[in-house]
């Protein structure tokens, strides 16, 4: 009989076979955050945290265009926001932002930002996403609101308040900026940032037409069992690389 129970994560004999998945997801994430349209000139970064040196990260170069980012493109920052593998320059703001997200956050493997254009407008209103939906409820009781804005994100104890906002939710509003997503996963955090961008145009919409109804506080709950774990979010990002790898298959390239 054919094993039908639903796919689960991947484990790894060696550290090198789990570096180089984290590294093909973090770099079919970027292809597929192109297609979405969530590039924004150099702004916008996923980082993933390296398995063996657990206080480094792999992220995209500097005004490199998220369309064209191959494996070996990534670059590999260490806390100190030096580049130690990689030929280009990084983000400061990554640095800053990723940095302390990723300290005040030990079980977080990837955090994703960008500037996408529906989470950059709904970030404008300085409130958290209502329960409208199946699909927002993944959020329910699980994001927050950062509701400060001083600029570009560089000084770290701004980055450390950053990531205190978002504390142990999986999303955080960076209010007049945009969003940012963790995950177990270099696939949850891009999955995430992906439906919560859509779940900010549906609000949007919704709320231009009329007066959406909500989900009653309960059923928000159990929508958020069902659509918003770990793994919901793993398996949601799955179809979406098999897409893009099909289609773009030089991303592998190293």
């Given at each position: ?30 292809r ?20 063996e ?15 064209h980012?191959t ?106 900026h ?77």
């Amino acid at each position: 009989m054919p094993n039908l129970s639903p796919p689960q994560p991947p484990r790894f004999d060696t550290i090198e076979d789990e570096r180089r998945h984290r590294k093909q997801r973090l770099a079919g994430a970027f292809r597929l955050f192109s297609l979405f349209g969530f590039n924004e000139g150099i702004a916008g970064h996923i980082t993933a945290r390296d398995p063996e040196q657990t206080d480094h990260f792999w992220v995209n170069p500097l005004g490199m265009h998220f369309g064209h980012i191959t494996v070996g493109d990534l670059l590999l920052v260490n806390e100190q926001g030096e580049v130690v593998e990689g030929n280009r320059p990084v983000n400061a703001a990554a640095v800053a932002i990723h940095t302390q997200v990723h300290a005040a956050r030990p079980d977080v493997v990837a955090a994703a930002h960008a500037h996408s254009l529906h989470g950059k407008a709904w970030s404008s209103l300085g409130r958290l996403l209502d329960p409208i939906t199946q699909d927002v409820c993944a959020f329910w009781g699980d994001h927050t609101l950062f509701d400060d804005y001083t600029g570009v994100v560089l000084d770290p104890q701004e980055a450390k308040r950053l990531a205190h906002a978002l504390g142990e939710h999986k999303a955080v509003i960076l209010r007049n900026h945009g969003l940012l997503t963790v995950g177990h996963s270099v696939d949850e955090a891009a999955w995430w940032f992906a439906t919560m961008d859509r779940s900010c145009q549906t609000q949007l919409l919704a709320e231009a037409a009329g007066t959406p109804v909500l989900i009653e506080p309960e059923m928000a709950a159990l929508a958020a069992s069902q659509v918003g774990s770990h793994h919901s979010g793993w398996l949601s990002f799955q179809p979406l690389y098999d897409r893009i790898v099909t289609a773009q298959p030089d991303l592998l390239e190293e």
